[in-house]
Antibody, heavy 119, light 110 residues
Framework: EVQLLESGGGLVQPGGSLRLSCAASGFTFNDYAMSWVRQVPGKGLEWVSSITGSGGNTYYADSVKGRFTISRDNSKNTLYLQMNSLRVEDTAIFYC????????????WGQGTLVTVSS | QSALTQPASVSGSPGQSITISCTGTSSDIGAYNYVSWYQQHPGKAPKLMISEVNNRPSGVSNRFSASKSGNTASLTISGLQAEDEADYFCSSYATSGAVIFGGGTKLTVL
């Protein structure tokens, strides 16, 4: 069974930084691209970033480009999202998700971690 | 890249069928057969219901079906059940390289 467990969320001031982690199990981690998708509570979903299975290629939404960095450690089956220069509008639940890079969908999702950016 | 357009809400009685539309542009839905649909119950993570326009993953009820015509995709749920009450989101790959989502549709089973 695929399991994705996010951690690292919390309260941070505008301009601050936070690193999210996603521990994966139940599948061969380096066989899958991975993504972060966020959701303002009660609102819609927004794709944030994706990374290929090897980690060699990364992709970002325009709203986070230059501020967020996605990475992975395949030896630890863990996905990361380094978030810098955080803004109030980054407040959201951040989900880690498997990503089918060729056919562009998300087969499995974690339960999410809440990031709150507020002074 | 603008979000895909979905109706804010739809409703139906148990046993009935409903359809949720998802309208995009020639740069997203119209450009690729990479439309997917997700179900989300309150406080839960999204769950994949349909991939690649009309492929149903193992374990998803065959009461869920989907299609695409031009720049609009549709999700149909037949034989509505109380457990189907949830938010539904469509998604499409776009020529910009981004994956974009619809704003979500709240399904109420009356």
């Amino acid at each position: 069974e695929v399991q994705l467990l996010e951690s690292g969320g919390g309260l941070v001031q505008p301009g601050g930084s936070l690193r999210l982690s996603c521990a994966a199990s139940g599948f061969t981690f380096n066989d899958y691209a991975m993504s972060w998708v966020r959701q303002v509570p009660g609102k819609g979903l927004e794709w944030v970033s994706s990374i290929t299975g090897s980690g060699g290629n990364t992709y970002y939404a325009d709203s986070v480009k230059g501020r967020f960095t996605i990475s992975r450690d395949n030896s630890k089956n863990t996905l990361y999202l380094q978030m810098n220069s955080l803004r109030v509008e980054d407040t959201a639940i951040f989900y880690c998700a498997q990503y089918m890079g060729i056919t562009k969908y998300f087969p499995s999702w974690g339960q999410g971690t809440l990031v709150t950016v507020s002074s | 890249q603008s979000a895909l357009t979905q109706p804010a809400s739809v409703s139906g009685s148990p046993g009935q069928s409903i359809t949720i539309s998802c309208t995009g542009t020639s740069s997203d839905i119209g450009a690729y057969n990479y439309v997917s649909w997700y179900q989300q119950h309150p406080g839960k993570a999204p769950k994949l219901m349909i991939s690649e326009v009309n492929n149903r993953p193992s374990g998803v009820s065959n009461r869920f079906s989907a299609s695409k015509s031009g720049n609009t995709a549709s999700l149909t749920i037949s034989g509505l059940q109380a457990e189907d009450e949830a938010d539904y989101f469509c998604s499409s790959y776009a020529t910009s390289g981004a994956v974009i989502f619809g704003g979500g549709t709240k399904l109420t089973v009356l």
